[in-house]
């Protein structure tokens, strides 16, 4: 399967990576046992330059993950606690096109989590 990379334009959009995590990547939350904390998660995976692609993107906006090999072969991003929350308010904040499911989901994380959302416009681009 030949690799996919956004050209410059589209590298830069969040439209674009909304797209990218609505079609191969998730957002949710999980509940580190023994800690008693709930943190947001997002992840994103596909080929390795693809998500290098994504990383440069969210370094854009200060946010900085490293991605890992799978099993199967393809890499992984994922992000958990605030950083993944700014990814969530970057990408699905005020959007006009996401999947229906993931733009709830993403709605409910945002509301759930106020008080862990960064201080920051990401409509400044």
Same mark, same amino acid.
């Given at each position: 399967?030949?690799?996919?990379?956004?050209?410059?334009?589209?590298?830069?959009?969040?439209?674009?990576?909304?797209?990218?995590?609505?079609?191969?990547?998730?957002?949710?939350?999980?509940?580190?046992?023994?800690?008693?904390?709930?943190?947001?998660?997002?992840?994103?995976?596909?080929?390795?330059?693809?998500?290098?692609?994504?990383?440069?993107?969210?370094?854009?906006?200060?946010?900085?993950?490293?991605?890992?090999?799978?099993?199967?072969?393809?890499?992984?991003?994922?992000?958990?606690?605030? %950083?993944?929350?700014?990814?969530?308010?970057?990408?699905?904040?005020?959007?006009?096109?996401?999947?229906?499911?993931?733009?709830?989901?993403?709605?409910?994380?945002?509301?759930?989590? %106020?008080?862990?959302?960064?201080?920051?416009?990401?409509?400044?681009?």
């Amino acid at each position: 399967k030949p690799e996919r990379l956004p050209v410059p334009e589209l590298a830069a959009s969040r439209d674009f990576w909304r797209g990218a995590v609505d079609g191969d990547g998730g957002l949710g939350s999980q509940n580190f046992k023994g800690r008693g904390h709930v943190y947001a998660t997002v992840f994103l995976t596909g080929q390795a330059r693809l998500l290098s692609s994504f990383q440069q993107f969210l370094v854009l906006h200060g946010i900085r993950q490293n991605q890992y090999p799978t099993e199967s072969g393809i890499f992984r991003v994922t992000t958990m606690g605030a %950083p993944a929350l700014k990814i969530i308010e970057l990408l699905y904040a005020r959007n006009t096109i996401s999947l229906d499911r993931k733009n709830v989901r993403a709605q409910a994380l945002l509301a759930a989590f %106020p008080h862990a959302l960064p201080v920051f416009d990401p409509y400044d681009d």
